[in-house]
T-cell receptor, first 115, second 112 residues
Framework: AQKVTQAQTEISVVEKEDVTLDCVYE???????LFWYKQPPSGELVFLIR??????QNEISGRYSWNFQKSTSSFNFTITASQVVDSAVYFC????????????FGTGTRLQVTL | NAGVTQTPKFQVLKTGQSMTLQCAQD?????MSWYRQDPGMGLRLIHY???????DQGEVPNGYNVSRSTTEDFPLRLLSAAPSQTSVYFC???????????FGSGTRLTVV
């Protein structure tokens, strides 16, 4: 069985602070995919990143960066110099290789960025 | 390019009523899925489809039916609504295995 744990339910930071959202996953598969989605207050789900299990390189996209470590089964997400517009719920998700129809989501982390 | 379109955005049903949540995508994606989102539980997979004519159950399929007669459409039917089905429902599509999913804007359903 697959499982995704986002232990941080809510995080509050002041604008310009850096913040890391944790994601720990469980799977017995050797091929799998990890995702991060953002859900702003408006409610839609926005795809942020997909990472396959064979690619452990960290990824950076503007103020966003992702740290994938198979040794600790973690796929953490860091926002550098946070902004109010980053306020949202962030979901980490996992799928088995070849069966991306079945995403297993974590329970989400609500990030509140204040001035 | 509309992406994934869900209708209606809001719906109130009485217990025992039936209804269909509509989902359409214009990206020619083969894979489509339905999820429900409940507070503190993330999103859970209800049903999914890997192509026209092919559907399968997800984690929480009871009380829901789906069909996929075309690539574009993937409606979700509630057979006899129950208060436990009060939730936000998301439809999603993907071009195939191992790609990210594009989600619709959601349908907020309340069953009284």
């Amino acid at each position: 069985a697959q499982k995704v744990t986002q232990a941080q339910t809510e995080i509050s930071v002041v604008e310009k602070e850096d913040v890391t959202l944790d994601c720990v996953y469980e799977t017995r598969d050797t091929t799998y995919y990890l995702f991060w989605y953002k859900q702003p207050p408006s409610g839609e789900l926005v795809f942020l990143i997909r990472r396959n299990s064979f690619d452990e390189q960290n990824e950076i996209s503007g103020r966003y960066s992702w740290n994938f470590q198979k040794s600790t089964s973690s796929f953490n997400f860091t926002i550098t110099a946070s902004q109010v517009v980053d306020s949202a719920v962030y979901f980490c998700a996992l799928s088995r290789g070849g069966t991306a129809s079945k995403l297993t989501f974590g329970t989400g982390t609500r990030l509140q960025v204040t001035l | 390019n509309a992406g994934v379109t869900q209708t209606p955005k809001f719906q109130v049903l009485k217990t025992g009523q039936s209804m269909t949540l509509q989902c359409a995508q214009d990206m020619n994606h083969e894979y489509m899925s339905w999820y429900r989102q409940d507070p503190g539980m993330g999103l859970r997979l209800i049903h999914y489809s890997v192509g026209a004519g092919i559907t399968d159950q997800g984690e929480v399929p009871n009380g829901y039916n789906v069909s996929r007669s075309t690539t574009e459409d993937f409606p979700l039917r509630l057979l006899s609504a129950a208060p436990s089905q009060t939730s936000v429902y998301f439809c999603a599509s993907s071009p195939g295995p191992d790609y990210g999913y594009t989600f619709g804007s959601g349908t907020r359903l309340t069953v009284v």
